[in-house]
């Protein structure tokens, strides 16, 4: 089976902190992803990773940055919290060749920004 | 712009009975869709897919039908059960390659 870690289930910062939010995938998937998820709009895609050292940025990636050294590790970095960072975040990744191309999410992580 | 649409933020259906979860979209490049089903707190789920040279794919309990002339897809649930109380997203992919676009998802309540 196919697992997506993230690093928290939970986290508490301060506004003005510097976050980081780590993925870590353990099937030699290319594609990886970040999104966060708020009531009444969805996941909403906030970068996206080819390959390593590779992204892109998604529909909302203002205050955020990511880091892809390695294949199996996506990380999320939230450079000043922000309250409006309050969300919960999911990880996901995707092999690019097969039959199949769903992607996989991790468990998400609840960021409180107080 | 929302390129995925999920227009119905809830459904409420009988134990039983057919649910019906319809999806639009507007960019004429997708073609390939998934449906991911997500209970509270926990990571979305994959259910099923279809790529845009098929107009019908089944597995189980799941069939989505595709309408690339309509830019619509819906997902059936026959016959729905209450484990398949959750929200469901739509979400759409350029290619193989390409980021995944999600809906806004629906909420999917299976009454007794």
């Known amino acids: 089976d196919v697992k997506v870690t993230q690093s928290s289930r939970y986290l508490v910062k301060r506004t003005g902190e510097k976050v980081f939010l780590e993925c870590v995938q353990d099937?030699?998937?290319?594609?990886m992803f970040w999104y966060r998820q708020d009531p009444g709009l969805g996941l909403r895609l906030i970068y996206f990773s080819y390959d390593v050292k590779m992204k892109e940025k998604g529909d909302i990636p203002e205050g955020y940055s990511v880091s892809r050294e390695k294949k199996e590790r996506f990380s999320l970095i939230l450079e000043s919290a922000s309250t409006n960072q309050t969300s919960m975040y999911l990880c996901a990744s995707r092999v690019v060749m097969g039959v199949n191309t769903e992607a996989f999410f991790g468990q998400g992580t609840r960021l409180t920004v107080v | 712009d929302q390129q995925v649409k999920q227009n119905s933020p809830s459904l409420s259906v009988q134990e039983g009975r057919i649910s019906i979860l319809n999806c639009d979209y507007t960019n004429s490049m997708f073609d390939y869709f998934l449906w991911y089903k997500k209970y509270p707190a926990e990571g979305p789920t994959f259910l099923i897919s279809?790529?845009?040279?098929?107009d019908k794919n089944e597995d189980g309990r799941f069939t989505v039908f595709l309408n690339k002339s309509a830019k619509h897809l819906s997902l059936h649930i026959v016959p729905s059960q209450p484990g398949d109380s959750a929200v469901y997203f739509c979400a759409a992919s350029a290619h193989r390659d390409d980021k995944i676009i999600f809906g806004k998802g629906t909420r999917l309540h299976i009454l007794p």
């Open positions: 099937m030699d998937h290319e594609n």
């Open positions: 279809i790529s845009s040279i098929k």
